[in-house]
């Protein structure tokens, strides 16, 4: 599952600014999980508190940009 989505935006002919042709943004993980199966693995306690959820399937790390 990819989390980043790609969009290509209109281009006017008559914009007053340069374009940006390609935009990116990324869709968080439980858009894709309707409910919670039994069974789900888990990130140990530790782990858990560092990326901010319990569960490896709804991680999504955080990557900015360099502007």
């Given at each position: 599952?990819?989390?980043v989505?790609?969009w ?18 990324v869709t ?28 490896p ?5 955080y990557?900015?940009k360099?502007?």
């Amino acid at each position: 599952m990819d989390q980043v989505k790609v969009w290509y935006p209109y281009v006017g002919p008559c914009d007053p600014c340069p374009p940006i042709k390609v935009k990116t943004y990324v869709t968080p993980p439980n858009l894709y999980i309707r409910y919670q199966p039994p069974g789900l693995p888990q990130f140990s306690p530790q782990e858990a508190l560092c990326r901010g959820t319990l569960w490896p399937a709804l991680y999504s790390p955080y990557e900015g940009k360099n502007t």
